[in-house]
């Protein structure tokens, strides 16, 4: 009888042990346990004023910038320019647009409530705020220029008249036609060829640049233009002056006109390299493109020229994708290796969009992919989704990114510029 308990005792035990395993394994999987040696991660995430009201009063501000630095995170990517506005107080928007930053109106509506008196930008600097915060808590500072050279349509209510003021400065397709959709809003775009429209994106980030302590810039997949577009008098003109008189092809898709027009945006890319290194030689040159193929031939963006020419400091991919395998794929192609070996590339992970949620388990597995690719972190589309804007509680979520940021660490660096 003694031995019958005793071969219990051992097999239960064999099964409690067993399963404690089955239990850890995966989270030590998922989580890529950090070694002891110092390592270094971009661990950041953008913050926006769409579905998200966290930078319209200073003590909702501090404490997501607190929350972020106790979860191990160490970059904030706040959107500065979005909607034909400014979030911080601008002398060059206000000379252009009229405004000098977001009025209340406006951002109410992007967030679908009103606001109440105590919140919003007037009276404010919520970019010196994030620059503060973020600094006292040990996070880099990228403010990312998201609209790039899009703009709201004229009949946007959260838009400004920035296109009613300078229809000039607008490009347009092959009909004519100057709107263009994203998603169900419909958008206009500034023309990146003009020298008065160059002369305002570099005025604009030069701002930015010698006015704050940022610790860089960010643009994403707007600093561009969609490749139907590029049909105007002044860019017409332009093409027939460099092709003995010749018009560009009516087929947008065509490969010299791509490469025409991508390469203009690259030499732009590179005044604006030099413009920024002028103003602040150690402030980061960062973008966040979509992948290569898709960003070159829908938005000329040709990012793999901008990391060889050294224009690029730090690379994040946004691959917002679901199927793992899909996802894993993006991370190995050859211009990620690539760009991997000169600067760190990071990945944009999606953590949810209004009202698509994103449940943890995937954002984790992500993580580990990007991890196991050797790259060199991720950034979280968007602040509001990490823990809020989602079908799982605060707790779960937040335990979530505990398990993946198990220890601060500091940002990835430039490897180097060739």
Do not use: C
């Not at 390592?39 to 910038?65: K, M």
């Not at 679908?112 to 808590?137: I, P, W």
């Not at 000039?168 to 060829?193: A, S």
């Not at 049909?231 to 008189?245: A, C, I, M, N, P």
């Amino acid at each position: 009888m003694t031995k019958i308990l005793n071969r219990k005792f051992w097999f239960g035990l064999f099964i409690a042990i067993g399963l404690i395993f089955a239990i850890t394994i995966p989270t030590i999987s998922l989580s890529q346990s950090l070694p002891n040696k110092p390592i270094r991660e971009i661990r950041g995430v953008w913050i926006t004023n769409v579905d998200s009201d966290v930078l319209f009063t200073r003590d909702r501000l501090a404490t997501a910038i607190k929350d972020l630095h106790k979860l191990n995170f160490n970059t904030i990517y706040p959107v500065v320019w979005n909607w034909g506005y400014t979030t911080y107080p601008s002398k060059v928007a206000k000379k252009i647009v009229g405004s000098s930053f977001m009025p209340k109106k406006s951002a109410g509506i992007l967030i679908n409530r009103k606001l109440s008196a105590e919140e919003g930008l007037e009276g404010r600097d919520v970019l010196q705020e994030m620059v503060v915060q973020g600094h006292k808590q040990k996070i880099a500072v990228i403010p990312w220029f998201e609209f790039g050279f899009m703009l709201p349509g004229t009949t946007d209510p959260a838009g400004s008249d920035f296109a009613k003021l300078h229809p000039d400065w607008l490009t347009q397709k092959q009909d004519g036609v100057t709107t263009w959709k994203e998603g169900k809003d419909p958008r206009v775009w500034l023309n990146p060829f003009k020298p008065e429209v160059k002369k305002f994106i570099i005025d604009l980030v030069v701002e930015v640049i010698d006015k704050y302590d940022v610790d860089g810039i960010q643009f994403d997949d707007h600093f561009g233009l969609p490749s139907e577009f590029g049909y105007d008098k002044f860019t017409v003109d332009l093409y027939k002056s460099e092709h003995q008189g010749k018009l560009p092809p009516q087929d947008y898709k065509n490969e010299e006109w791509i490469n025409w027009r991508a390469d203009k945006i690259t030499a732009l890319m590179s005044e604006l390299f030099t413009a920024i290194k002028a103003t602040n030689s150690t402030a980061i040159v960062s973008i966040s493109p979509n992948p290569q193929s898709f960003a070159k031939s829908f938005f000329l963006q040709d990012w793999a020229k901008w990391e060889r020419q050294g224009l690029v400091e730090e690379l994040l991919i946004q691959v917002y994708r679901d199927k793992l395998s899909t996802f894993v794929g993006e991370l190995q192609k050859p211009e990620v290796k690539l760009a991997s070996q000169h600067i760190p590339v990071g990945i944009g992970i999606l953590t949810g969009v209004k009202p698509k949620a994103i449940p943890m388990k995937q954002i984790q597995a992500q993580i580990a992919a990007v991890r196991k690719e050797g790259l060199a972190g991720v950034s979280f589309f968007f602040y509001e989704t990490l823990w809020k804007l989602t079908n799982q509680s605060e707790a779960v979520r937040k335990n979530g990114f505990r398990q993946v940021f198990a220890k601060s660490v500091d940002r990835s660096m430039i490897i180097s510029n060739k």
